[in-house]
C-alpha cells in the first residue's frame, strides 16, 4: 500500500517529441506527488509537484496529470530537449509529517 | 538556495570499519534523511529524524545507525562496512511541510 509504481524504466525519446512518465499509487490517503529530476554526479532536486485537488499543473514544458479515480499521476514534457535527459523520480506521501515514498525512477535519454 | 551539504562526494573504505557520512544543511530545516540509490532500485530510506536527538527507521536501517545532534547536522554512520554497503548515499532535509532538498551524494566503495 506504501508502494509507487513508475514506468518505463528507462526511455529514449527524439528530440522535440513529447516524453511520458508514469506513476501510480495504492494509497488514496498520499495528498502530494512531487517529481524529482536528477543529473549524473548530483542529488535528485524538485521539478514540479501537485496536491490531488487539481487534474493538471504545468510548468513551462512539464506538465504533471492527475487522474484520482485511476490512482495515477504522469509527468509531460513537451519538446524534449537533449538537456531534459536525466532520471526522473515520482513520489508521494501522507497527509502530515512522512516520508516521501520514491518510484524507482525513469532514464530519460532525448537524442539528436 | 537552500544547501545541503555532504562532507565527501568518494569514500574508499575496508571491510569491518566504522564509516561515518556527515550532512549539514543551512535552512533551519526541522527533518533530515539519509537514502541509499542503487541501480534498478530507486531511492531507499535508511534513517530519518523530524527533530534534534530523535530518529526514526526507514526502509532499510540494518547495519546502519544515525546521529542527530544539531539541527544542521545529520550523520550517518555504518557500525561495521561490509561490501554490500557500497552504493551513493543522499541526504536530504525538508521543512515540515515539504519539499525535499538533496545533497549531491556520498559515492561509498567498501573493499
Known amino acids: 500500500q506504501q508502494q509507487v509504481k513508475q514506468s518505463p524504466q528507462s526511455l529514449i525519446v527524439q528530440k522535440g517529441g513529447i516524453s511520458i512518465i508514469n506513476c501510480a499509487y495504492e494509497?488514496?490517503?498520499?495528498?502530494?506527488f512531487p517529481w524529482y529530476q536528477q543529473f549524473p554526479g548530483k542529488g535528485p532536486a524538485l521539478l514540479i509537484a501537485i496536491r490531488p485537488d487539481v487534474s493538471e499543473k504545468k510548468e513551462g514544458r512539464f506538465t504533471i496529470s492527475f487522474n484520482k479515480s485511476a490512482k495515477q499521476f504522469s509527468l509531460h514534457i513537451m519538446d524534449s530537449q537533449p538537456g531534459d535527459s536525466a532520471t526522473y523520480f515520482c513520489?508521494?506521501?501522507?497527509?502530515?509529517?512522512?516520508?516521501?515514498?520514491f518510484g524507482k525512477g525513469t532514464r530519460l535519454s532525448v537524442i539528436a | 538556495d537552500v544547501k545541503v551539504t555532504q562532507s565527501s562526494r568518494y569514500l574508499v573504505k575496508r571491510t569491518g570499519e566504522k564509516v561515518f557520512l556527515e550532512c549539514v544543511q543551512d535552512m533551519d530545516h526541522e527533518n533530515m534523511f539519509w537514502y541509499r540509490q542503487d541501480p534498478g532500485l530507486g531511492l531507499r530510506l535508511i534513517y530519518f529524524?523530524?527533530?534534534?536527538?530523535?530518529?526514526e527507521k526507514g526502509d532499510i536501517p540494518e547495519g546502519y545507525s544515525v546521529s542527530r545532534e544539531k539541527k544542521e547536522r545529520f550523520s550517518l554512520i555504518l557500525e561495521s562496512a561490509s561490501t554490500n554497503q557500497t552504493s551513493m548515499y543522499l541526504c536530504?532535509?525538508?521543512?515540515?511541510?515539504?519539499?525535499?532538498?538533496f545533497g549531491d551524494g556520498t559515492r561509498l566503495s567498501i573493499l
Open positions: 536530504a532535509s525538508e521543512p515540515q511541510g515539504r519539499p525535499q532538498h
Open positions: 494509497n488514496t490517503a498520499f495528498d502530494y
Open positions: 513520489a508521494a506521501n501522507l497527509v502530515g509529517n512522512t516520508p516521501l515514498v
Open positions: 529524524s523530524y527533530d534534534v536527538k530523535m530518529k
